[in-house]
């Protein structure tokens, strides 16, 4: 049996397929992103979602296709994505993964797109040649997600062979997930949308100016292991607004986006030190605490790998921070490559391969879940 599986992603702003050879081998990715029409909002609007997921999944498919260069006769398996994600989204996903498997007549398998993030880390590390150690802690952080799993081998028996995973989840976000901060705190200093990959360079050129304002550890009663973040976006805000020289920076920001001039290297200019000081203590202050957690979570456990996974582990501040980390407590850390990061399909045809293997399928009943836990 051919085990050449397509994915399908479109749990958000992202749609995406992808072929995959043994859960493993990337023979073709595409994504088309949603950004420019949900840009003008500051972030996702379903309704938009759904529509241009109807539009594009259909050439998305066959562009994907034709760069594996394949015909969907051969194909092994169909994977899409159940959930968690946007109902209205996924259902455009998952109609077409249905319909497709139906005509074809070919094996239908519903993936946990969180179960797609840690996949992301296992084609990546294949594709360098590396292997983590099982079991590994986990961290997946999005602009949906901030969770934190214990990760290991399915132990159940018969399926050992099968290469399928087992989750325990260790904590999570309590309110905004990471990279929700980092929209957030974008958009209310007039950095336009999506926030991180602006703020990560922003903080990088933030080299010595002084710290306007320090934010201290996160506090979570409870769960040790559980995150917070929208008192740290809170804290940006009532900083923000109790000193108005803020105000004509970001006011001048704001057109240039207007204007379409959202490059770094034209808001660096129009960003003071004061600014650039701010973006980096939210940075530290984002970037400790999901390496602390992490990292405690990992020596807790005495597992030898960590994974991250999720858009926000683009950040090269997280990379070097948990590289560095890692390496004092003899730990090796995984993340995939930043393409890999955010979201994709090739991590959902990956994550469908084990299910495939153990027999795990779906049929035409298979129906979204928004709110589909992994552990
Ligand atoms: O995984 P993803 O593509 O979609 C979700 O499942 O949410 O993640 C998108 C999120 C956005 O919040 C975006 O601001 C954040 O990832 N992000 C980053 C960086 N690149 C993307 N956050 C921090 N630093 C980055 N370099
Ligand atoms: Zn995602």
Redesign the pocket.
């Known amino acids: 049996m051919s085990s050449r599986i397509l994915g399908i992603e479109s ?4 749609t995406a397929a992808a072929v995959v050879a043994d859960g493993r081998e990337i023979l073709s990715s595409v994504v088309a992103s949603q950004i420019d029409v949900h840009r003008k909002y500051g972030g996702v609007v379903p309704e938009l979602a759904s529509r241009e997921h109807l539009r594009q999944i259909v050439p998305v498919v066959r562009e994907a296709m034709a760069q594996a260069g394949m015909k969907l006769g051969e194909l092994g398996a169909i994977g899409v994505t159940q959930g968690p994600g946007l109902v209205g989204a996924l259902l455009v996903g998952i109609t077409y993964g249905k319909t497709l498997a139906a005509a074809l007549g070919k094996p239908l398998v519903a993936v946990n ?1 969180l179960e797609g ?1 840690v996949h992301a880390v296992f084609l990546e590390a294949h594709k360098t040649g590396r292997q983590p150690n099982l079991p590994a802690v986990c961290l997946i952080v ?4 901030t969770v934190l799993y214990a990760v290991k081998r399915e132990s159940e028996t018969g399926r050992e062979g099968s290469g399928l995973l087992s989750y325990r989840k260790l904590g999570q976000t309590r309110d905004d ?4 901060a ?2 957030k705190v974008a958009k209310l200093l007039g950095l336009g949308y ?4 602006i ?2 360079r922003l903080a990088n050129a933030a080299n010595g100016a002084p710290a306007p304002v320090k934010f201290g550890p996160t506090k979570t009663r409870g769960n040790p292991l559980d995150f917070s973040f929208s008192g740290l976006k809170t804290a940006v805000l009532y900083h923000v607004r109790e000193h108005a020289e803020y105000g004509p920076e970001i006011h001048r920001r704001e057109e240039a986006i207007e204007r379409g001039e959202r490059k770094f290297e034209e808001l660096l200019p129009l960003c003071t030190p004061q600014t650039l000081g701010l973006v980096r203590e939210f940075q530290n202050a984002v970037v400790r605490d999901l390496v602390e957690r992490t990292m405690a979570a990992a020596e807790e456990l005495s597992v030898g790998s960590v994974l991250v996974s ?3 582990a ?3 501040q ?1 990379r070097e921070t948990f590289e560095k980390r890692a390496k004092t407590a003899g730990m090796e850390v995984f993340f995939p490559s930043r393409a890999l ?3 994709n399909a090739a991590m959902i045809a990956a994550a469908a391969y084990p299910r495939l293997r153990a027999g795990i399928l779906a049929d035409v009943t298979l129906n979204a879940d928004p709110s589909l836990a992994l552990a």
Do not use: K, Q
């Not at 749990?11 to 992202?14: G, L, M, R, T």
């Not at 999005?142 to 997600?145: A, P, R, Y």
């Open positions: 749990s958000c702003d992202e797109h993030h999005s602009g949906g997600h997930a990471a990279g929700e980092y929209d999506p926030g991180g990959p703020l990560d999720g858009g926000v683009a950040n090269s997280l990061s955010t979201d």
